[in-house]
């Protein structure tokens, strides 16, 4: 097996085996029987699902078209294309100084650590714009390197100095800088005083329940109120006092041990903490990624971080209320009682979604800086009459401290019996509604194997097809229309396909046509007219349950009607991720990462250029508004 080619959970796996199908194949089968599975697909209709607009009486109602932009047809051009009207320009790509005194990108070596800690990180992810007393900045996640890029300055793809590793690292984290409007639109400042780097190696401050915990005591901190750095942050979130959160996704794959009899705790086989790291190496030049050497090291990690955009030198903190695991984004929306409401969810097959809801109240004005540090955390419990309920991990409901529950979070969703989902990516809270959203990319070990802490994954509610390979995206309304209350109803409102390929539930649902069809969805937000803008991470080979799908690309949904259009489709091998507007909404800011992951992209330099993450702008050649 070529380790490479592997995408993170396929990592986990090859590395933690989960067993293979035993009793609980006794719990899809009754599953299948009761639901008139066909081929192990449920076939709509035969289902207690409702797909798409039927569920909800208002959501077929409204049948205007709020789009502004004409579908484009689907294609494998290593380029971005866009609906006629609009037009792209690239804002910042991989390895860009943010200071005039750092160098240009080199093509041929692909930087150093030193060139890369003063410039744009790598894979550009989550992102935000905030805009204060006429300046505008943008806080942008930079989740991982792909490793043969940028040591594809070396003859094996592999890192040869610890430079080489360490320019790796400094790939990582989160890069924030000041943009400004010019005639050309918006343009980078370097040397603003906003910019700056936050690494792998930044401090931060660890708080809420985990703070001062003997979980997170290692040698560097005694004390457990510290951390180092951040990493592999995937999406993010905003809060309404101005602040950026970044989501810690795939934090396990840096960690590896020296000592190959290290015998793993229950915790990190849960979160796949490995002998093996996923080939950064890092290990090689700190110890504190050695588990054998520092073992809680890793609980120091998996986190929601807040950051204040416009103070460069201000101190992270590690929100650890939120909990800890593969966190995709943090959503956050505001209960009818102004308490602050945070959805999360966990990207691996078969883990939870989340929401925490504060003890206090977001008031404008008031100091907010702590109100994510006190609150609840609950999990989310879906059940076929489409109803929901988010039940609160506690020490009463889990038999863990506040602290282990801040931890170990995956076991206190297992305690209480969480429902395991299709990996759950980007949660997205209509603006103009009290209603959200989550990606469920796709898992194909629904209703095959169990997830990492042995749940069962039985083809069931919200996730409805087994071994689910184009994902599905969820809806929930909570009841009274307060994001506080702890039931709601949900209900599908879109099932990804190919109805070129399928005839069952494989087509997808009523809204998924030849013409607009995609696999994986990921990013997800809302623009300020309600309309749901779609990023995919999905296979792109456009051949077999893919044939017609194309590159990655970005799609906007009309969630009162369900029309569903393609907007964008990305260069080849990239995925699309992360969006942000300029504050006059005539820009949109879109992510595009690993163009080339496998070879085959010159995005967006083209020739023989290295393939580099970016993020594009995109506008109306007219200049209206967009979004
Ligand atoms: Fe970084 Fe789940 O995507
Ligand atoms: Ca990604
Ligand atoms: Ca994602
Ligand atoms: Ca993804």
Redesign the pocket.
């Known amino acids: 097996m070529i380790l490479k080619n592997l995408n993170f959970d396929e990592y986990d796996e090859h590395h933690s085996p989960r067993p293979d199908v035993t009793d609980f194949d006794q719990v899809i089968e009754s599953a299948i029987s009761r639901r008139g599975f066909i081929g192990g697909v449920v076939s709509i209709g035969a289902s207690g699902f409702v797909l798409g607009s039927a569920a909800f009486p208002d959501a077929v109602s409204a049948k205007t078209d709020r789009f502004g932009f004409l579908q484009i047809p689907s294609n494998t051009y290593d380029t971005v294309t866009l609906p006629e009207g609009f037009e792209w320009k690239i804002l910042i790509s991989w390895g860009d100084p943010l200071w005039s005194d750092a160098s240009e990108f080199d093509h041929n070596s692909r930087g150093t650590a030193d060139s890369q800690k003063r410039a744009f990180g790598d894979?550009n992810?989550g992102m935000a714009i905030f805009h204060r007393s006429g300046r505008t900045v943008l806080a942008v996640n930079n989740?991982?390197t792909n490793r043969s890029i940028i040591w594809g300055n070396r003859k094996d793809g592999k890192a040869k100095t610890n430079d080489d590793i360490e320019k790796g690292m400094m790939a990582h984290g989160i890069s924030i800088f000041e943009i400004t409007p010019t005639a050309d639109g918006w343009s980078v400042v370097k040397d603003s005083p906003l910019n700056r780097r936050i690494t792998p190696t930044t401090d931060m401050e660890l708080s809420g329940p985990a703070a001062g915990a003997d979980l997170v005591k290692t040698s560097s901190d005694t004390q457990g109120k510290f951390s180092q750095g951040t990493w592999n942050n995937?999406g993010n979130g905003e809060t309404p006092w101005g602040t950026y959160l970044t989501c810690e996704e795939n934090f396990n794959g840096y960690f590896s041990s020296s000592n190959e009899n290290y015998n793993r705790s229950d915790s990190m086989k849960r979160y796949g903490i490995n002998l093996e790291d996923w080939g950064y190496g890092w290990a090689k030049i700190d110890d504190r990624f050695d588990i054998s050497k520092e073992a809680n090291e890793s609980n120091r990690a998996g986190y929601v971080v807040e950051i204040d955009p416009f103070n460069p030198g201000s101190m992270p903190k590690k929100r650890t209320a939120l909990g800890r695991f593969k966190h995709e984004n943090a959503d956050v929306v505001l209960a009818s009682d102004g308490r602050v409401v945070v959805y999360l969810g966990d990207d691996e097959r078969g883990e939870f979604l989340y929401r925490f809801v504060s003890d206090g109240r977001y008031s404008v004005g008031a100091d907010n800086s702590d109100l994510l540090d006190n609150g609840t955390l609950y999990v989310a419990k879906f059940t076929d009459d489409m109803r929901g309920t988010w039940v609160a991990l506690t020490p009463d409901s889990t038999g863990m401290t506040a602290a282990e529950i801040a931890v170990n979070t995956r076991m206190a969703g297992s305690k209480v019996g969480a429902t395991t989902m299709d990996r759950p990516e980007w949660v997205a809270s209509n603006p103009n509604k009290v209603e959200s959203y989550v990606a469920l990319t796709n898992n194909k070990n629904r209703g095959i194997k169990p997830n990492a802490g042995g749940d069962p994954t039985p083809v069931s509610g919200p996730n409805p097809r087994e071994a689910n390979v184009y994902g599905q995206i969820l809806r929930w309304r909570p009841d009274g229309s307060d994001h506080a209350s702890n039931q709601f109803s949900w209900d599908l409102y879109a099932m990804a396909g190919n109805p070129d390929v399928h005839t069952d539930a494989n087509a997808g649902s009523e809204n998924i046509n030849p013409d607009n069809m995609f696999n994986s969805p990921?990013g997800m937000m809302f623009d300020t007219h309600g309309l749901l803008w779609i990023q995919t991470?999905g296979n792109y080979s456009n051949d077999g349950d893919f044939a017609g799908h194309g590159n990655n690309q970005m799609l906007a949904g009309d969630t009162l009607t369900g029309e569903i259009r393609r907007f964008l489709v990305g260069p080849k091998e990239c995925?699309i991720?992360g969006m942000a507007w300029a504050p006059d909404r005539r820009t949109m800011f879109v992510g595009i990462?690993?163009p080339g992951e496998r070879g085959e992209s010159h995005f967006p330099g083209g020739g023989t250029s290295v393939p580099r993450s970016a993020i594009i702008a995109i506008r109306c050649t007219d200049g209206n508004i967009i979004g």
Do not use: I, R
């Open positions: 894979n992810d989740e991982y995937c990921d991470d995925e991720t990462q690993h």
